[in-house]
């Protein structure tokens, strides 16, 4: 089989003739971002990951920009991904237009907000959670979002009623292992989580980050859980 650049088989590189004439795709982005007039920036930019001539990253305030390429079709497979709290993506989508694909990075890159991206590039898509991050409502839209979904519905009637008492409701929520977690910061600038474990029976145990899971607080009412997490959110 003929080989092409960076010993990619020649079928793959046919679709992409920028890769062989730039020798890789961050060159090729970077050819088109002058050619279009368009700023990616001078800092310095992430490397591609072992040299691959077919992904290229660049930096931006709100974390790195990732371009990659389909290898059945032609395509441009870009992630805005996330460095703001528990958001790990901002966009996706991809296109096969180069140039497109380049304004995406650069409008990204000088502060678009997803929705405008997404109006402007139809193909980027994104979720209420990073519409919520964009907006500064995260926390707000992360408490909807768990008391809205079907995988979460045995904890609903948990979630409204944690979500009730105002001190957290200020927290971020979310789970992991099946464990419901309300975080400080949903920025996570700053350390400090509460634990809630809902039992069959109908209890509850609770917990805070900086004690261990053998210094459970047990309780069989609701309203009992949410005033001692109230509580405890003090001292976080």
């Known amino acids: ?26 060159a090729a982005i970077l050819a088109t971002a002058a050619e279009h007039g368009l700023d990616l920036g001078d800092e310095p930019r992430a490397p591609e990951p072992d040299g691959a001539p077919t992904i290229a990253q660049f930096d931006s305030p709100r974390g790195t920009m990732k371009v990659d390429l389909l290898r059945t079709e032609r395509g441009f497979d870009i992630t805005l991904y996330s460095n703001r709290g528990w958001l790990s993506c901002w966009a996706d989508g991809t296109t096969a237009d180069l140039a497109e694909a380049t304004r995406v990075l650069a409008a990204w890159k000088h502060g678009a907000t997803v ?23 995260q926390v707000t839209v992360m408490w909807d979002l768990q008391i809205g979904d079907p995988k979460f519905a045995q904890y609903r009637e948990l979630l409204i009623a944690l979500r009730s008492e105002p001190r957290l409701a200020q927290m971020f929520p979310f789970f992991s292992m099946w464990t419901l977690r309300l975080a400080k910061d949903s ?30 607080h047990e309780f069989h009412h609701l309203n009992d859980l949410v005033t001692a997490a109230a509580t405890l959110q003090t001292t976080l």
């Open 187 to 216: 920025l996570r600038k700053q350390p400090g989580q509460l634990l809630i474990q809902q039992n069959d029976d109908g209890s509850y145990f609770l917990w805070s980050s900086s004690e261990t899971e053998e210094n459970k």
């Open 1 to 26: 089989m003929n080989e092409a650049i960076g010993g990619l088989p020649s079928d793959f590189s046919d679709h992409y003739p920028e890769l062989a004439r730039h020798e890789g795709l961050m």
């Open 115 to 137: 929705t405008g991206l997404s109006q402007r590039f139809p193909f980027m898509t994104y979720t209420r959670l990073s519409q919520g991050y964009d907006e500064g409502n």
